[in-house]
Each structure stands twice: as structure tokens, then as C-alpha cells.
């Protein structure tokens, strides 16, 4: 490694760790050094300060901060400084020709600059699709997994390792609890596990990357102040994590329930940010002995894996369910005969669409069997559905509402995904 790489290399290391300061120190110091002296080299210096300010912004979730953008007006935001850089690069590329090093890193930012753009703009679809009624998983999927897939061998030279190992572990997060989502929508219990246990690796050697020790200066330590340090792009990805466990641990808590004890069971859901099984257990007991259970129901028709009722593995023989065996319970409290299932199975078909396509929820009294059946789509192919055994006033109905929209929105993670910009929250 020459001269020009270890600076470089120390620049960036200190990024990927978050001393932001530092790395503008490594700059400004050899910028120093070199004083008087023009060229390629200096302007890559200058350039890399104002990387640093961005990658600062960047794992803040800046991009997501709304800045000023219209008629006369300078357009300063992220998206639009790491555009600027990209071009000043392009610019020092061009005048290093005879300096095969200094070109073919700026031509290599130019391509990590390229990459922070196509995330910022992922990020900015994600949280509009946590607007929808349905998120698209596999819509997001695709984009993350074609952002990895192109930039997977471009910004590999020596000096940009430790952003380029940052980069990739932020896209694979992404890709494992993306693909969690959609493996859970069709109950597949161990492809989601797997999943799951991908992104909590990436995360767990992400975080011993950031070695940050720098903090506000206020006159006291961070650690006083008891704030997490953690860029605010990590704890979102967290957060994103957590959800998704909370909602695997729901939708496949008969088998997870096997495992253990009901006591640990309990240990373990109090350990959640969210709890959907508490939930669901107090909601029926404050309405109990009249809400006769509360269930998830799974839509398994035209679902090509699907073996019939307990199935939870892609790789099962597959047989032809029966129409019954079509709309298995996933989950249910408290856990009693399917006797209203008949009448459960026939609202799904006949609302599915409607709850698909508009924000309310819906209910449904059946006269012969005196039961009001509460519907709500969590996923395409997951419902909610509560069970009352009597027709339910108008105010009650709406709280009964808003509990299950409550928990869908949680469960969809449209909750999660609107807490990328923090002005939502």
C-alpha cells in the first residue's frame, strides 16, 4: 500500500466507524502537508471533507429530512450533495489520468456515490409504500436485491474496504428481513427463521464496526445523557429487525409454543418492543366472555406449497387440500374447536378484495348463528378476524376497529416504515 492508500484507507476506516471527525482531520492534515502544492490529489482531498458531512447526514437518515427545493431555490439536499461530489470526482478522475491511483479511486466513489443515491431513493419508496394498505414486499425485495447484485463488485479498491464491507451489510439486512416478510406471508417457518437469523448476523457485525466515540459536545459525555449512540439509519434497522421477529413469533407461535414452557413464553414476548400475542390475549379477556376467540387465518388457496392444515415448510409432499383445509387457523386465542370456521372461511372470500383495497375494516353479523365476525387483511394472504357471539353497539364496534388496525399496521410494518423520516414520528 502506497502513501496516497493509507491515507485514504485511514480516511475511510474512520468513516465506516463513524469518526467523522477524525477522517476530516486525516484530510485537513495532509491537505496541510501539501500546502501550495496543486492537482489531482488536492482536489481529492477537498472533496473527501464534504463526504464526510454526507456520510455523517446519511447514517442519520438526512436524506429523509425535507430541505428546501423550488423555484429559485438551491436544492441542498443529500440526495443532491452526494449528486455534486459524484460530479467533482468525475472532474478529478479526468485530471488524474497520469495518476493511475488517484483515477481509479475517484472513479470508484463516483460508483459508492452512485449506490448512496439508489439507497436514499429506496429508503424514500420504502416509507411510501408504509403509506399503502398492502406493502409490496416483493416489489422492495427486487430493488434491494438489484442494487446489491450491480454494485457487488464495483468500490472494491483497497482503500475503500471498510465502506464497501458497511455498504454490503446494509444492503444484506435489508434483503434478509425483506425476504422474512414474504416467507412469512405464506407461513413458511423455517426460510423465515433462516431470514431472520441473517439479519440479526449482519447486524450484530455491523454494529461492532462503529467504533464512534465522538458525541455532542455539550460539556458531558454521552453516556450521562444515557443516548444511544447508534447512527439513527442502525436503529431503524433494528427496529425494522424487531417488528419482524414480533410478527414471526405470532405467526408461528403454536410451533414456537412447543419449544418451551408457557411461563418462558411469557419471558420471552415481555422482551419485545411489541408483543402482538399480549395483545391479543388482553384484548379477548377484556371483552371476554362475548369475543368467543381472536385468530389469524391464512388464505391458502392457489398457494402452490401448500399441503394443507399445520403446514409451515416449502418442501413438504404437496397434496390437494380440501377447501376447508384452505383457510387454516395460523394462531388463535384462546384456542378452541373451529366451529365458526364455516362462516369465517365464507367472509374471506367475500371480503378479501374490499379489505385489500380500502383502510376499513370488516364486519360482518350472521343472524343464524347470532356472531359478528371482525375482518381485517394484515397481509395478501393473513387476516385477522375476531369473533363476537352477539350483534355489538356502534361505539364498541369502532374500538373494535381500531384495535385491529392498530395491530395490522403494526404487523404490515407500516408503522415501522413511517418512522424512516422523523418527522412522522
Excluded at 93 to 114: G, H, P
Excluded at 172 to 181: F, P, S, T
Aim: one cysteine or more; a neutral charge; aromatic letters at 10%.
Amino acid at each position: 500500500m502506497d502513501y496516497e492508500e493509507e491515507i485514504l484507507s485511514l480516511f475511510f476506516t474512520n468513516v465506516a466507524q463513524l469518526c467523522f471527525d477524525k477522517a476530516k482531520e486525516v484530510v485537513e492534515k495532509e491537505r496541510e502537508l501539501k500546502q501550495g502544492t496543486s492537482g489531482p490529489w488536492g482536489m481529492l482531498l477537498t472533496h473527501l471533507s464534504s463526504l464526510a458531512v454526507a456520510e455523517r447526514s446519511y447514517l442519520d437518515l438526512g436524506s429523509m429530512i425535507p430541505k428546501n427545493k423550488g423555484f429559485l431555490r438551491k436544492d441542498n439536499s443529500l440526495r443532491s450533495m452526494y449528486d455534486t461530489m459524484r460530479s467533482d470526482f468525475r472532474r478529478v478522475e479526468e485530471l488524474a489520468r497520469n495518476d493511475r491511483a488517484i483515477s481509479v479511486v475517484s472513479k470508484q466513489l463516483c460508483e459508492f456515490l452512485t449506490a448512496r443515491i439508489e439507497l436514499i431513493d429506496f429508503y424514500e419508496k420504502m416509507h411510501l409504500v408504509g403509506t399503502s394498505k398492502q406493502v409490496r414486499f416483493e416489489e422492495m425485495l427486487l430493488v434491494i436485491e438489484d442494487i446489491t447484485n450491480r454494485f457487488s463488485l464495483m468500490f472494491t479498491h483497497i482503500s475503500l474496504t471498510s465502506v464497501k464491507a458497511a455498504f454490503n451489510l446494509e444492503c444484506e439486512i435489508l434483503v434478509n428481513l425483506l425476504r422474512a416478510q414474504i416467507e412469512m406471508q405464506s407461513w413458511h417457518f423455517l426460510p423465515s427463521l433462516m431470514a431472520l437469523h441473517g439479519a440479526n448476523t449482519c447486524l450484530s457485525a455491523w454494529e461492532r464496526t462503529l467504533q464512534s466515540k465522538e458525541v455532542w459536545k455539550l460539556g458531558f459525555s454521552a453516556n450521562f445523557l444515557k443516548t444511544n449512540q447508534q447512527p439513527m439509519l442502525f436503529q431503524w434497522l433494528v427496529k425494522f429487525k424487531n417488528i419482524s421477529v414480533s410478527k414471526f413469533s405470532l405467526y408461528f407461535h403454536s410451533i414456537l409454543a412447543q419449544q418451551t414452557t408457557p411461563g418462558e413464553m411469557k419471558v420471552l414476548g415481555n422482551k419485545q418492543a411489541f408483543d402482538p400475542f399480549h395483545k391479543i390475549q388482553s384484548f379477548q379477556k377484556k371483552y371476554e366472555p362475548a369475543c368467543t376467540c381472536v385468530m389469524l387465518v391464512l388464505d391458502a388457496r392457489e398457494l402452490e406449497d401448500y399441503s394443507g392444515p399445520g403446514y409451515h415448510h416449502p418442501n413438504k409432499p404437496v397434496e390437494a387440500p380440501k377447501d376447508m383445509e384452505c383457510f387454516p387457523i395460523m394462531v388463535s386465542y384462546p384456542v378452541k374447536p373451529p366451529v365458526h370456521m364455516p362462516n369465517v372461511t365464507k367472509a374471506i372470500i367475500e371480503q378479501s378484495l374490499a379489505m385489500a383495497s380500502n383502510e376499513k375494516r370488516c364486519h360482518t353479523f350472521n343472524s343464524k348463528d347470532q356472531c359478528t365476525y371482525f375482518m381485517s387483511s394484515i397481509d395478501p394472504r393473513v387476516f385477522m378476524v375476531v369473533v363476537f357471539e352477539s350483534k355489538r353497539a356502534e361505539r364498541e364496534a369502532q374500538n373494535i376497529a381500531n384495535f385491529i388496525q392498530d395491530m395490522s399496521l403494526q404487523l404490515r410494518c407500516n408503522k415501522v416504515f413511517a418512522d424512516l423520516k422523523p418527522s412522522s414520528k
